[in-house]
């Protein structure tokens, strides 16, 4: 998006607040100045040269970049593109975006060694069926039923790490070679909702392209539980990632609700972020143990035996949240529970 482009859709902006009530940052600093109303307003003024970069820079660092406040929108003005290049602009990294992408997942890869010695699973590699396998993904070592059912082609970084910092340099590279592998499947599989929505995002891809995206609960939906399932009988709930779109939420919710022997509880406040934000935590611990922490409670009302989640960043906060709250209930990316617990009764393509 070129510097013209932006001016023209921060310009869209209706001043509404909708983004306001629904920033995870607001409900806890009630301070306009880090919403994307009050970011819009800050860029504004610095674009007519009433605001300096130093008024602007650190409330542009406080966005969780959840892309609430982009989904929220009726004027769809595309905040979170706005603000990674204005980042590009105003806060240019001293630090290769890709060097520390590749440290962060080090404890990751550390805590996940054992998996190396795993056999590794056969590829259908005549597929033309693509599963999309994230970063944390690939750093945990994990072979899945995706990994046995698909071609496991080397996607790139979905870029929203990159994108998110302002490393355009780094983005539009990882962008590019996925749009290649995405161009020649017939589907390409999700199961990480970070992934797919920044895929989503690309503006290079059609809309015949992006209809190939798809998530795993639309691939396979036919399901049941194993019958020595330890969650037999037991209450799961799901948290619902923030850049989880609604109809794939829906289509999750009526997947789980569907499987016999479980019973499925939505949580209160689904829309509610877990605080962990990718990196966030690391820069905004404070910010980010209060989101945790209401989540946490959400979770512990309902007394759910299994929390479930289809993003490994949020996996991982849901985990946090848990010992904070000394509630210590199972967390599981969904690929997972579907791997572990439930066995397919036919196939559907």
Same mark, same amino acid.
């Given at each position: 998006m070129l510097d013209d482009e932006i001016k023209k859709n921060i310009q869209k902006c209706a001043r509404c607040a909708l983004c306001v009530q629904n920033c995870p940052i607001y409900e806890i600093k009630k301070d306009e100045n880090n919403?994307?109303?009050?970011?819009?307003?800050?860029?504004? *003024?610095?674009?007519? #040269? +009433?605001?300096?970069?130093?008024e602007i820079k650190k409330d542009l660092k406080i966005c969780l970049n959840c892309s609430k406040c982009e989904t929220n929108c009726p004027s769809g003005v595309k905040t979170s593109s706005i603000?990674?290049?204005?980042?590009?602009?105003?806060?240019?990294?001293? /630090?290769?975006?890709?060097?520390?992408l590749a440290t962060k997942l080090i404890p990751i890869k550390v805590l996940y060694f054992i998996n190396l010695f795993k056999k590794t699973s056969k590829n259908n590699l005549n597929s033309n069926v693509l599963? =999309?396998? *994230?970063?944390?993904?690939k750093a945990q070592h994990k072979k899945t039923?995706?990994?046995? %059912?698909?071609?496991?082609?080397? =996607?790139?970084?979905? *870029? %929203?790490?990159? %994108?998110?910092? *302002?490393?355009?340099?780094?983005?539009?590279?990882?962008?590019?070679?996925? !749009?290649?592998? !995405?161009?020649k499947a017939s589907k390409v599989i999700f199961d990480c909702a970070s992934c797919k929505s920044a895929v989503e995002n690309y503006q290079e891809l059609t809309k015949e392209d992006k209809e190939k995206l798809i998530f795993i609960t639309d691939f396979k939906n036919n399901f049941e539980l194993k019958p020595n399932?330890?969650?037999? #009988?037991? /209450? !799961?709930?799901?948290?619902?990632?923030?850049? %989880?779109?609604?109809?794939? =939420?829906e289509k999750i919710e009526a997947f789980l609700s569907n499987i016999n022997g479980i019973k499925y509880v939505p949580l209160e406040n689904i829309n509610s972020c877990c605080g962990f934000g990718g990196s966030y935590f690391l820069y905004h611990p404070i910010i980010a143990t209060k989101i945790a922490f209401?989540?946490?409670?959400d979770i512990k009302n309902i007394k759910a035996d299994l929390i479930l989640t289809s993003c490994p960043s949020c996996t991982m906060g849901l985990r946090f949240n848990q010992i @904070?709250? =000394?509630?210590?209930?199972?967390?599981?990316e969904?690929?997972?529970? /579907?791997?572990?617990?439930? @066995?397919?009764?036919?196939?559907? +393509?």
């Open positions: 919403t994307a109303r009050g970011l819009i307003c800050k860029l504004l *003024g610095y674009e007519k #040269n +009433h605001l300096s970069q130093k603000f990674a290049y204005k980042n590009a602009k105003l806060n240019p990294s001293k /630090i290769s975006q890709r060097l520390l599963y =999309f396998k *994230g970063c944390i993904a039923y995706l990994d046995e %059912l698909l071609s496991n082609p080397d =996607f790139s970084c979905c *870029g %929203l790490p990159y %994108l998110t910092c *302002g490393d355009l340099k780094n983005y539009d590279k990882v962008k590019k070679k996925n !749009i290649e592998l !995405i161009k399932s330890k969650y037999k #009988n037991k /209450i !799961i709930t799901f948290h619902k990632p923030c850049h %989880l779109s609604k109809t794939d =939420f209401k989540k946490a409670q @904070m709250s =000394f509630n210590f209930k199972k967390t599981l969904l690929r997972d529970f /579907i791997d572990n617990e439930l @066995m397919q009764t036919n196939v559907v +393509h």
